[in-house]
């Protein structure tokens, strides 16, 4: 009994050392680099209207002076959250289980303290924003997809085997370009886990779907993926993103779709037991159809604030919130609550619906969203901050592919996408305002063929490369989250990048460099 006031000592000791470490360096970094508390900060390129889906930080609008003056060790505490994502269910999934909320706390606070005694009221900016701006935006669209989705059955004869797992696989790729690729993947997740539940071998199952469904098939038009929506609200024509990546996408989704084919097939055949046809169960139903309307709502208001301005409301300092985004949200909420209210409890019963995985990304995203900021502010400072090495070396489209994609495998793919966007325009000495003419949408007179080469390869990199681990895109952690809820053994972070996302993606991205960007 005496042990465990001992430990708690050691532990609040070493929260003290955790915390007075970076603040004490922190304000050394400031001190050295003092800003002006009243000083307006900046804002980087205008990325007002995009949508929710954005991701984790989407238009983290930190004091750029931040960005050039954090060293890169700033982002250690973001390091600390991805790394207790992955090894603690491996290594004490007991005390993970029970205690994951806490330690999201911890490194959100280990980040938060020293940042705010170092630069005060530019952080406190830069964390209201990102809370406020981004993060509660971006649980009010999974919540609200999340939500609508867990009304929608769909029941019957449908068994998992390789035809249709790579069939159901195809569906939600088509779909994603469409309604997004959290749309997509929370209407298509629970029949794939439903006919799928017999199965011993199907965590490669979910590893593919996150590759499709979840990011790839999002790859068509700026409604599939936010770096192609902030793309569309940078005047890239509506319309070109399918032109442009279409030839890739193509290949692509029929390679991996024949390699899961030939996998699953495999895994098929290990399945010593076979499911007995059920009486009443031929052919296909659906239930709480009428939820796909709401669905199409959650679409509807997410293109509305992202095409729209309606001005914007002050909520702290130079945080302001665009009106736009205000009625999207709400009327989000609208949509979440109308499917509550209008589907049947036994339709969410039968998709065994429980707001366990909501939750549990509520709040381990929470803390990424707030040990991001570093990380967010030093790639939107460009060549003036600590990546600036990484930023100068890009010169080819095979550069910009492998650079986006990195990034976008480990930060926000809005942002990263936004980096490597202007820093294209600048490399060519454009304004943002020739981006339509030199993609060809103006005539041929004014169509730069190196720019289309660039921004093709940026765009795919963001999009593609989402799929390389759970946090790279938005719908990743969901689809683990409720995949894990039905009884999948999914991977820890790194199990997911090393038995799926490097054997399967890296090859394919690199033919892919070979084929297109070479």
Same mark, same amino acid.
């Given at each position: ?19 007075? /470490? ?16 009243? =000083? ?8 007002? +209207?995009? !949508? ?36 603690? !269910? ?71 085997? !390789? ?19 959290? +749309? =997509? @993947? ?44 902030? /793309? ?11 032109? +442009? ?37 031929? /052919?296909?139903? $659906? ?13 509807? &208001? ?14 702290? /300092?130079?945080?302001?919130? *665009? ?34 995985? $909501? ?12 040990? $991001? ?9 460009? #060549?003036?901050? &600590? ?10 489209? @095979? ?32 304004? #943002? ?10 005539? !041929? #007179?004014?169509? *730069? ?8 390869? $940026? ?60």
């Amino acid at each position: 009994a005496r042990r465990r006031p001992i430990a708690r000592g050691a532990l609040l000791v070493l929260m003290i050392g955790l915390l007075a /470490g970076p603040a004490i360096a922190l304000a050394q970094t400031a001190a050295g680099h003092e800003t002006p508390a009243s =000083a307006a900060p900046a804002e980087p390129a205008d990325t007002h +209207g995009t !949508p929710a889906e954005a991701g984790h930080g989407a238009n983290a609008a930190s004091h750029p002076s931040l960005g050039t003056v954090l060293p890169i060790w700033s982002a250690l505490p973001f390091a600390g959250i991805l790394l207790s994502i992955a090894l603690f !269910p491996l290594l004490a999934p007991h005390f993970w289980h029970h205690h994951y909320p806490k330690v999201a706390a911890f490194w959100g606070l280990v980040f938060a303290v020293p940042f705010l005694i170092a630069f005060r009221g530019d952080a406190l900016q830069s964390i209201v924003h990102i809370a406020v701006i981004d993060y509660i935006p971006f649980i009010i669209l999974l919540l609200s997809l999340f939500t609508v989705s867990g009304g929608i059955y769909v029941g019957g004869a449908l068994r998992g085997s !390789p035809g249709v797992n790579t069939l159901l696989l195809v569906i939600g790729t088509l779909l994603a370009s469409w309604i997004g690729t959290t +749309g =997509a @993947a929370m209407v298509m997740i629970r029949p794939v886990l439903r006919a799928n539940a017999w199965r011993k071998h199907k965590v490669h199952v979910i590893a593919f779907f996150i590759f499709l469904v979840g990011n790839i098939g999002g790859s068509l038009t700026p409604l599939g993926d936010p770096p192609l929506f902030l /793309g569309f609200l940078h005047g890239v024509p509506f319309f070109w993103v399918t032109k +442009g990546l279409l030839p890739i996408v193509i290949p692509i989704v029929i390679l991996l779709s024949a390699v899961f084919f030939l996998l699953d097939s495999w895994y098929f055949r290990r399945e010593t037991e076979r499911p007995a046809a059920v009486p009443g169960q031929a /052919g296909i139903r $659906i239930e709480g159809v009428h939820n796909l309307l709401f669905l199409l709502g959650i679409m509807a &208001a997410v293109l509305f604030s992202g095409t729209f301005k309606l001005g914007s409301l002050p909520v702290y /300092g130079h945080v302001r919130v *665009d009106v736009q985004n205000l009625v999207r949200d709400l009327f989000l909420l609208l949509m979440c609550w109308l499917s509550l209210r209008t589907t049947a409890r036994a339709t969410r019963r039968n998709n065994e619906f429980t707001w366990g995985p $909501i939750r549990e990304v509520a709040i381990l995203f929470a803390g990424i969203f707030a040990t $991001i900021i570093p990380a967010l502010a030093i790639l939107q400072a460009g #060549e003036h901050g &600590a990546l600036r090495g990484l930023i100068r070396a890009v010169n080819e489209p @095979a550069h910009y592919f492998w650079a986006a994609g990195g990034l976008s495998s480990f930060l926000d793919n809005a942002p990263t996408y936004l980096t490597f966007f202007n820093t294209a325009l600048g490399k060519l000495g454009q304004p #943002e305002s020739a981006v339509p003419g030199m993609l060809g949408h103006l005539g !041929p #007179e004014l169509r *730069d063929p190196t720019f289309i080469r660039y921004l093709t390869a $940026i765009s795919a990199g963001a999009v593609f490369m989402g799929a390389n681990t759970y946090i790279g895109n938005a719908p990743n952690f969901m689809i683990k989250s409720i995949a894990e809820e039905a009884g999948v053994k999914m991977p820890s972070f790194f199990g997911y990048m090393f038995r799926y996302a490097i054997p399967f993606l890296i090859p394919t991205f690199v033919l892919v460099t070979l084929v297109f960007f070479r």
